[in-house]
């Protein structure tokens, strides 16, 4: 049985440096699919490891604006 949400945490299509920020939370996402029994509260742990990887591109993408 397949993830659906998987595919949003896929990260080949991004360049190098985002690749390396977003791959551990894929290999999570993984484990969390295979180890983990499909239900809410499993698609919920998906979910909020899909917001915590997005705030960690964009933490990388960052740029101060006082400077």
């Known amino acids: 049985m397949t ?6 945490f896929a990260f080949a299509h991004l360049r190098e440096d ?6 551990p ?3 999570l996402a993984m484990t969390v699919v295979e180890k ?3 239900n809410p509260e ?3 742990a998906l979910r909020k ?3 915590a990887k997005d705030c ?4 990388h993408l ?3 604006q006082t400077g």
């Open 56 to 59: 960690a591109v964009r933490a």
């Open 25 to 27: 939370f894929c290999d």
């Open 49 to 51: 490891l899909l917001e």
């Open 3 to 8: 993830e659906p949400m998987l595919q949003f």
């Open 62 to 64: 960052y740029k101060d």
């Open 18 to 23: 985002l690749q390396a920020i977003s791959r």
């Open 42 to 44: 499993r698609t919920v």
């Open 36 to 38: 983990l029994p499909r």
